[in-house]
């Protein structure tokens, strides 16, 4: 905690506001996780700023987070609290003068949200803003990106808070409905099979989670991925980044999903099995390719990668909309904040012949962790690390190599404050790994969202087709053994 500048602010009467901050939000006040979370998002029509400004007073202002300093408290060892203050909502809406005409729209606004993540926000205002890009683009007519530190709150907390600010655009007074986690069918036949069922279940959980955790302690003392072009070789957190994002059919990913009994998520990991498998299996051919011509199609993959994830997953039992009011309420703060817990999902690198072998893979795996209390127990470590052991836990991402977050978007098309909305990319920057994927749902659209540090994956718009064409593949295997099934 010693790079954090005191900033000296006179206390107010009263006092009840200022309230210290969690663990979890101190994490990211650490030297190598200073996280922003960027919510990128796209409009159907031309942005009116003061219409935005003026809304976002009536709703993020009225939230204690987006209108509070947080002050270090020397009086109490340094500890940092929650200071409420006066907002000045020009400070936090960035409209920039561009040319409507300009060569490469598409292009500039990449460049403008890398160029974010080389900077961060004063502490001497509350720690979020927003860009309005007043260009048209080739999917959307204006752009705006929202930025915010990630001690104000998750990614599960913003998007609550974000789609507080939208409405159907099919029904303007109603808010848009996220999809619901399907509960298993509680079946209470208390027959002597089921109770012995029900046991086993219990122990394999227990097994599970104590091979999980001691994997997880490993992983963070000295079990590190092995080191390929997808991977850093030391923290990189400060580094620019590159966010590159491309739309993908959910009808296709579920058209999959049915077909290979698994869920939404097991697809995704596939698809990012077999993405990050080509983009590797290409690299290592480059590398061959100088003294052996005909390394090109052939499979160039070294046996035996290490290659994880760290999936980020939130704990709260439901990621509802909270009426705003709810969200606000000092009793309802349980919802908001960080609350995240980590998973970390083994990947197979290999070039599969059967593209749903990707599929089978990613779903015993996904089977697997979801019999295990690893988030759970992680979250717990966070606090406890952060604790005893400091900054250890900060610098523990950057042994696994990449980030993993599936959000859960709306179901209809929204509109925010009145513009309807194209697409929303969320991501983040300022953590210490070279490559972090986001998964968000939005209508019958899932969007891939890759924050990628340039110096270690120069080519991030590559490796997003790579993503898309894996999703191809398995899609096309999926409609062939379908077709032979029919003969
Ligand atoms: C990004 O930053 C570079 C270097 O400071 C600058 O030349 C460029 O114009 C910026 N791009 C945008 C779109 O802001
Ligand atoms: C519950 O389990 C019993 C025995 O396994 C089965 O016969 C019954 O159909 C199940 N009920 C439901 C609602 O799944």
Redesign the pocket.
Known sequence: MKSLRPIRVAKEDGEKESQPLSPMARVFHEPNSNVYIVVIMGFKTPINSDVVKVNLAQTFLKHPRFSSLQVMDEENGGEMRWVRTEVNIDNHVIV?KLDPNMDCPD??????T??LS?TTISRSMPMWDIHILKVKTSEAESTSILRVHHSIGDGTSLMSLLLSCTRKVSNPTELPTLPTLKKRNPNDSAGFWHLLLKLWMLVLLCWNTVVDVVIFLATILFLKDTKTRLKGASPVGSTARRFVHRTISLDDVKLVKNAMGSTVNDVMMAITQAGLSCYLNRKYGDDHQKDDEGAKGKNNLPKNIRLRATFCMNIRPSAGIPAFDDMTRKDSEARWGNHIGYVLFPFTIALKENPLDYVRDAKITGDRKKATLESKFTYFMARFFLNFCGTKMGNFPTQTTLWFSNVAGPQEEISYFGHPVTFIAPTLYGQPNALMIHVASYENKMKIILSADENIIPDPHQLCDDLQNSLSLIKDAVIKSKRAAEL
């Not at 292009?107 to 403008?112: A, N, R, S, W």
């Open positions: 920039p292009k500039f606004v990449e460049d403008y890398s160029n080389k």
